[in-house]
């Protein structure tokens, strides 16, 4: 099996970095997080315009956490391609496809696609353990049935959907986060929100509050820059279900078990 090429393994390298910036919520790890995820859009149009248990108008920041609330019973579907900015000049991209269950168990499956839109890696996890297929072998791995996963100890080798929205999450509620202006983004109008040392920032559209571009900027000089290309809740079906599983998905490839799941192809 071959191995990701040196410029997305540091791609998740200096996301991680970006999460330091987070200081005031240390991030959690991926089997405890509850699989943070976006409302539908009407979730936002009916944001009550005084914030509950007060007389204020509910702020961009509050709407836009709102907005990334759990949304029980969906699934979340989402298009991100990221941009690492190196100091050197180089710039890394990576595009991945995500869609990840809003409840117990949260089950999730990505995909991570190179710079020539070969699929690099598929990964998911079902009842919290780790599964991976690989294209050149058209295999699905998964862990032997009595092989025991401490909690908390696996993390997925791609920054997808959970990563993100947790991110994104811990950023609105650290009481950081500050409006800071409004752009025109491909003609949708946008609104600004970052931290208080510039580090981060989110545009969120202006209209649903819905995420659209996620900046990172590490102490060393490196910028993630995360642009939302798709971003829905789907309703729990068997179909939309059937979409965070590998063995559905690749319904003949073989299935192997393994202590040690391939991360990529």
Avoid: C, K
Wanted: aromatic share 4%.
């Amino acid at each position: 099996m071959s191995t990701l090429p040196p410029t997305l393994v540091r791609f998740e390298s200096q996301l991680e970095q970006a999460v330091e910036l987070e200081r005031r919520r240390r991030p959690r790890r991926l089997t405890a997080r509850v699989g943070a995820v976006a409302a539908v859009t009407a979730l936002a149009l009916t944001v009550a315009t005084a914030w509950p248990g007060s007389d204020r108008p509910a702020s961009a920041v509050e709407r836009a956490e709102a907005v990334l609330a759990p949304a029980d019973g969906s699934v979340l579907h989402m298009v991100q391609v990221s941009e690492t900015a190196l100091p050197d000049g180089n710039v890394d991209t990576a595009r991945i496809e995500s869609w990840q269950q809003t409840e117990a168990p949260h089950d999730s499956r990505e995909v991570l696609f190179g710079e020539d839109g070969a699929v690099w890696a598929e990964n998911a996890t079902v009842d919290g353990r780790p599964e991976s297929w690989s294209p050149l072998q058209n295999t699905v791995f998964v862990m032997p049935p009595d092989a025991e996963i401490p909690d908390g100890s696996w993390e997925p080798p791609t920054p997808g959907a959970a990563g993100l929205v947790e991110r994104m999450r811990a950023m609105l509620a650290s009481g950081d986060a500050r409006e800071e202006g409004r752009v025109d983004v491909d003609g949708r109008e946008a609104i600004r929100i970052v931290t208080g040392d510039g580090g981060l920032s989110l545009l969120v559209d202006a209209a649903t509050y819905e995420p659209m571009e996620w900046t990172a900027t590490s102490d060393d000089g490196v910028v993630v820059t995360t642009r939302v290309e798709i971003f829905e809740t789907l309703p729990a079906t068997s179909e939309t279900l059937s979409l965070l599983s590998l063995r559905e998905q690749h319904p003949d490839a073989a299935v192997e078990s393994s202590l040690e799941i391939p991360a990529v192809r």
